[in-house]
C-alpha cells in the first residue's frame, strides 16, 4: 500500500472517531421546545463540528483523488457534489444521495451560523438539522466504511 493512500485511510479513521464523539455531544443536549439561546448555540456548535469533520474527509479524498476544486466561490458546494458521484475506474461515489441531502442541510447551516452573526437561532430551522444529521448517524459509517475497504484494496 502506498504511503498516500495509507495516510488517506488513517485520516479518514481519525475523522469518523471525531464524528462519533461529536455525535455523543449532540446527545447530551437534546433539542426541547423550551430549550434556552445558550444551549441551542452548543446544539449548533456540535452542528457546525460534524459538517467539519465531514468536509475535511472529503477534502483528503479529492486531494488524492481530483486534485482541486475549481470554482473557488463555490468549493464547499462542488466539493459535496463530487463526493455522490462514481469516478470509475479512479474511485466510485463516497456517499449516496441520501447521505447527501443529509449532508448539504449541514453544510448550509454551517455557512448560517458562521456568517449570521446577528442572527437568533431558529429552534424549528435547529430541529430539521438535527433530523438530518441522526439520518445521517444511520448511514454515514457504511458509506464510508465501504470507501476505507476500496482504499485498501488499492494495495
Known amino acids: 500500500m502506498d504511503d498516500k493512500t495509507l495516510v ?9 472517531a471525531a464524528i ?27 452542528l457546525h ?14 486531494t488524492m483523488f481530483e486534485n482541486s476544486v475549481d470554482e473557488m466561490e463555490r468549493w464547499h458546494v462542488q466539493l459535496l457534489e463530487r463526493m455522490r458521484l462514481d469516478i470509475s475506474p ?3 461515489a463516497v456517499i449516496d444521495d441520501a447521505a447527501y441531502d443529509a449532508l448539504d442541510e449541514l453544510r448550509r447551516f454551517r455557512h448560517l451560523f458562521r456568517h449570521a452573526y ?4 431558529d429552534p424549528l430551522r435547529l430541529q430539521l438539522v ?26
Open 90 to 92: 479512479l474511485r466510485p
Open 49 to 62: 463540528n460534524l459538517y467539519n469533520a465531514f468536509e475535511n474527509i472529503f477534502r483528503n479524498i479529492a
Open 20 to 46: 462519533a464523539t461529536i455525535y455523543a455531544e449532540l446527545e447530551h443536549h437534546p433539542l426541547q421546545a423550551d430549550t434556552d439561546e445558550d444551549t441551542l448555540i452548543v446544539i449548533s456548535y456540535h
Open 118 to 121: 446577528s442572527v437568533k437561532l
Open 130 to 155: 438535527i433530523h438530518k444529521a441522526l439520518a445521517l448517524k444511520a448511514i454515514y459509517a457504511g458509506q464510508l466504511g465501504r470507501f476505507v475497504d476500496f482504499l485498501q484494496g488499492l494495495a
Open 8 to 16: 488517506l485511510i488513517n485520516s479518514i479513521r481519525q475523522d469518523l
